[in-house]
């Protein structure tokens, strides 16, 4: 498995933007899809993004289409999610998740490893 830490999260005002990263460790950052997922209180996990081992496909919940951007460095084994234009309703905690599949996927059930989460807050 690999070890992911997720950095970035904060308290932004409505309408700002935020950069999240996550670093990997352990093994080949590039063998696994990565995916963006977060969890508001009271809520069930969400999907928000995922991006293909070689960041040729990407994929996006519909609530961050246009919005978030996901991105990846693999010589910096990071997986990067940038959030413009941020509501309220972003607020949640976000997890970082490696999927050893080949193909961005939604499905919570395909990651094998997950970070701690990084806390967002968006205030109105």
């Known amino acids: 498995q690999v070890q992911l830490v997720e950095s970035g999260g904060g308290l932004v005002q409505a309408g700002g933007s935020l950069r999240l990263s996550c670093a990997a460790s352990?093994?080949?950052?590039?063998?696994?899809?990565m995916g963006w997922f977060r969890q508001a209180p009271g809520k069930e996990r969400e999907f928000v993004s995922a991006?293909?081992?070689?960041?040729?496909?990407?994929y996006y919940a519909d609530s961050g289409k246009g919005r978030f951007t996901i991105s990846r460095d693999n010589a910096k084994n990071t997986v990067y999610l940038q959030m413009n234009s941020l509501k309220p309703e972003d607020t949640a905690v976000y997890y970082c998740?490696?999927?050893?599949?080949?193909?961005?996927?939604?499905?919570?059930?395909?990651?094998?490893?997950w970070g701690q989460g990084t806390q967002v807050t968006v205030s109105s």
């Open positions: 352990g093994r080949t950052f590039s063998s696994y899809a």
């Open positions: 998740a490696a999927d050893d599949g080949v193909l961005p996927t939604n499905a919570k059930g395909e990651y094998d490893s």
């Open positions: 991006i293909s081992r070689g960041a040729g496909r990407t």
